[in-house]
């Protein structure tokens, strides 16, 4: 679980309940579902106009990235690939075929497949960079969809204070529900500036770190492999790959590695 997202979203929704609180506000005043229904479905309403059904149904199942990492260990995947680069060193890279089985990431099992098929290492470059290329474009859509939800949400918000007036004006007559009706109108313009900046545009700023995150593990990997079919020393290998992690000093040495 990423606790900075839950804790992040947690503190948003109690500061601001608090402040509105001391303020001898009370929740009541904001839970309106009628304003709610307005900004949320006109915001769902303008996103599917703008998205087809399948990007827009890929992104909310990708949207629980935001809460689950996917664990990925950039260190281990260095030292697995170490592990790999003294073995091929020691026997020929054709022996790493009996390992294949224990690798999990897709994208290193069909690198390491090409790498044993004998395959040239430009080739293996060209042909794995134009997957992750591929992916990377098609992933760059899914936040696409809440930083499209976090601009037409305040404006929905709007819309919903605005038929919340035209409701209040039918009772001038009475003054007071004239002054409830203009409170519980703006309610649908909080609910779309919340929703806009408290969920939706940053979300899409997590999910594109996400996203920079996992194309940052396949390009080490892609590297990783091109390196043992060149025959480069483990070591070096090891040191090269480092670089590609934002913290570069693992917290346990990797296994000495043959010279």
């Not at 689950?68 to 260990?73: C, F, K, R, Y």
């Not at 390491?112 to 430009?122: K, R, V, Y």
């Not at 043992?228 to 090891?238: C, K, Q, S, T, V």
């Amino acid at each position: 679980m990423d606790i900075a997202s839950i804790g992040g979203i947690a503190l948003a929704i109690i500061g601001i309940m608090a402040g509105m609180m001391m303020e001898g506000g009370s929740i009541s005043q904001i839970t309106q579902p009628t304003a709610a229904m307005i900004v949320v479905g006109g915001t769902v309403g303008a996103v599917l106009l703008q998205f087809p059904l399948n990007v827009f149904v890929s992104a909310m199942k990708y949207a629980m990235r935001i809460f689950i990492s996917d664990g990925s260990d950039g260190h281990a995947v260095v030292a697995q690939i170490v592990r790999f680069a003294n073995k091929a060193r020691r026997s020929g890279i054709v022996s790493l075929d009996q390992d294949l089985p224990t690798v999990e990431d897709a994208f290193l099992k069909q690198a390491l497949m090409l790498a044993i098929d004998g395959t040239e290492p430009s080739e293996v470059r060209k042909i794995m960079q134009m997957e992750i290329d591929n992916k990377t474009e098609m992933e760059e859509k899914l936040p696409q969809v809440l930083e499209a939800a976090g601009g037409y949400s305040p404006t929905v918000g709007i819309i919903g204070a605005i038929i919340g007036l035209i409701q209040v004006m039918q009772h001038l007559s009475n003054i007071d529900e004239v002054g409830r009706g203009i409170a519980v109108a703006f309610v649908a313009t909080i609910y779309g500036v919340a929703l806009a900046n408290l969920v939706f545009l940053p979300a899409a700023g997590k999910l594109k770190i996400r996203q920079r995150d996992e194309q940052m593990i396949k390009e080490m990997m892609l590297e990783g492999v091109i390196s043992i079919l060149e025959g480069m020393n483990p070591r070096m290998i090891e040191t090269k790959l480092n670089t590609f992690l934002f913290d570069s000093k693992p917290d346990k040495p990797t296994e000495a590695v043959a010279v």
